[in-house]
């Protein structure tokens, strides 16, 4: 018990981006299933695995926000589907917290161009972590609509920490803190495993209803 209260302190000391390891040339693989649903089967599903690799190509700062152009990330697996490839995203770091876009043509644009501070493409965007880390509760948009729920639903939050092994290679060889993130909703859920100063190691969906399903761990992690 001690050993986790000391490592929440020290993750509430760090920035982010730290934290998540955000640095161009930095990459993880990731390895486990994908299931989708196939009607021409008895099974009405089909599945295999899956080799996954997310990797960060450029980053650019402008202030306070910070942001990283991702290839591979782990929304690319939601509703996978065979031949799918590994889309380009930003990573966005900004008011300590941590946002996911899929890029268009008109956000790679605006992230190549030094007059766009971003800001305005996360205000309303929900983080999907947010510092200093807490448990059980909701990640908060800088502009948020109206919440009327009392519930954990229909936001991103810390549902657990703990000190575990990664069974990955170039990680910490012994224990190290991971911390789970939940998205709930009525029709899906989701979750994304990070340990502060290797990354994210897992992520996890399942629809409740149509068959997809999605789940990897990180077998190996190339830092600098």
């Known amino acids: 018990m001690i050993a986790v209260l000391v490592a929440i302190q020290l993750d509430a000391q760090q920035p982010l981006d730290s934290l998540l390891r955000l640095k161009p040339g930095n990459y993880w693989i990731y390895a486990g299933t994908v299931a989708w649903s196939d009607v021409t089967t008895k099974t009405f599903s089909r599945s295999k695995k899956i080799i996954w690799k997310t990797e960060i190509f450029e980053e650019m700062s402008r202030g306070e926000l910070k942001a990283y152009l991702v290839k591979g990330a782990f929304a690319d697996l939601t509703w996978y589907e065979p031949g799918d490839k590994a889309g380009q995203y930003l990573w966005i770091i900004y008011k300590d917290r941590f946002y996911s876009l899929g890029v268009d043509p008109d956000l790679l644009r605006r992230f190549r161009d030094p007059k ?26 800088l502009q948020p609509e109206e919440r009327d729920r009392q519930d954990m639903m229909y936001c991103w939050y810390m549902e657990d920490m703990g000190l575990r092994k990664l069974a990955a290679s170039n990680v910490p060889p012994g224990p190290v803190t991971v911390w789970t993130a939940w998205y709930r909703t009525n029709p899906d859920h989701q979750t994304l495993g990070f340990a502060p100063g290797v990354g994210i190691i897992s992520y996890d969906f399942s629809h409740h209803g149509s068959v997809s399903e999605a789940h990897v761990k990180l077998i190996e992690a190339h830092l600098q």
């Open 116 to 141: 766009d501070s971003l800001i305005s493409a996360v205000l309303e965007e929900e983080p999907i972590m947010q510092a200093p880390l807490q448990l059980n509760q909701c990640t908060v948009a």
